[in-house]
């Protein structure tokens, strides 16, 4: 039995030894992290022109050349604290991510330091440039544009759809570009919401789609509208006598579809409240009857309030009954208690 025992805890201490190893070698690496954050830091102040202390330099130039320093978690909380606070409004985060990305010294660096911002640029010119692709087929004019996609079919519907899809990208894009390079340029971007930008992108597609397709407009309405705000007279009451073709109204709709999923969203949810009030309107309630329901709830009340003063007092009687020498004092502080008992109450009368 000793000797298995001692097997055991042999064959065991491997595997101990092991886990400490992996564990020190991940302690390592976050501190390592930590000291590449606070070196990007400081590039980044002394690229801004901030006065960086020297006490922070140094103490972070001396971490470098002594890693294995016992006191090396302690100090260099101290300077990614202190460094964090002078670069602020930016994050760390943002300002190691823009650092790793010059290291890389990609081809499409000239389009932003940051991934997302690429890749959405890359999305919005190829959007584009589809457009005007398929701007040049016979399939896009007035009566396409303005015929339902279930008139439709075959190529003439597929050219239809790509165009407003390219719209609508175009239009998703643009959006979350505009809100990604405001958080880039104050410096505090962060990574982790980057999927909620391509979230915001594909529902503005489907918005571009739902605004021109689903969502019944009358387009001769809108071009007056729209040629009205541009000074243009309308004479017969015609879209065209306006000036704005259709085609293009209804390529711009996907456009703002995509950029404001939003809007979209108001129409579709006051649609709903809309056919929910014809489904089942709100009645109001009967006067006597609301009425009568507060007369009870007041009598209801008022029943319960006589019940406890009607038990307040059974106990001071109770309590006189059983002390027969029961002086006035005694009485009038069970008088006292009592009044006491009616003001604090929060249900009057």
Not at 161 to 183: H, R, T
Request: contains cysteine; hydrophobic residues 45%; glycine residues 4%.
């Amino acid at each position: 039995m000793d000797l298995a025992a001692k097997a055991a805890q042999s064959s065991q201490a491997p595997k101990i030894s092991q886990a400490s190893q992996v564990k020190s070698g991940s302690e390592n690496d976050f501190w390592s992290s930590v000291e590449l954050e606070c070196q990007a830091m400081v590039k980044h102040a002394f690229a801004k022109g901030l006065k960086v202390p020297v006490k922070v330099t140094k103490a972070l130039h001396q971490q470098s050349l002594n890693p294995q320093d016992e006191g090396r978690a302690e100090q260099l909380t101290q300077i990614h604290n202190q460094l964090s606070e002078l670069v602020s409004p930016a994050k760390p985060v943002t300002i190691m991510l823009m650092a790793k990305e010059t290291e890389k010294a990609s081809l499409f660096l000239f389009l932003g330091r940051v991934p997302l911002i690429r890749k959405m640029m890359m999305v919005a010119i190829l959007s584009l440039v589809v457009l005007i692709a398929l701007s040049l087929s016979s399939y896009i004019n007035n009566e396409n544009m303005v015929t339902s996609m279930f008139d439709m079919e075959g190529t003439r519907l597929l050219f239809v759809q790509a165009i407003l899809l390219a719209s609508a990208a175009i239009g998703a894009s643009f959006a979350a570009l505009f809100k990604a390079n405001s958080y880039v340029t104050a410096g505090c971007y962060d990574p982790k919401y980057e999927s909620s930008y391509w979230v915001r992108f594909v529902v503005g597609l489907i918005a571009g789609i739902i605004l021109t397709q689903l969502i019944p407009l009358n387009l001769d309405s809108v071009a007056r509208v729209a040629g009205g705000a541009m000074g243009n007279a309308n004479v017969d009451g015609q879209g065209e006598a306006s000036g704005v073709s259709h085609a293009a109204l209804r390529i711009s709709m996907a456009l703002v579809g995509g950029f404001s999923a939003n809007l979209v969203y108001t129409i579709l949810d006051r649609t709903v409240e809309t056919i929910a009030s014809f489904v089942s309107p709100s009645t109001s309630e009967d006067p006597q009857e609301l009425k009568q329901a507060l007369v009870n709830q007041f009598n209801q009340e008022k029943i319960q309030l006589v019940s406890e003063l009607s038990a307040e007092l059974s106990k001071i009687q109770q309590q006189v009954m059983a002390n027969e020498e029961i002086s006035h004092s005694q009485i009038q502080q069970l008088l006292s208690q009592y009044q006491l008992f009616l003001t604090s109450n929060e249900r009057t009368l």
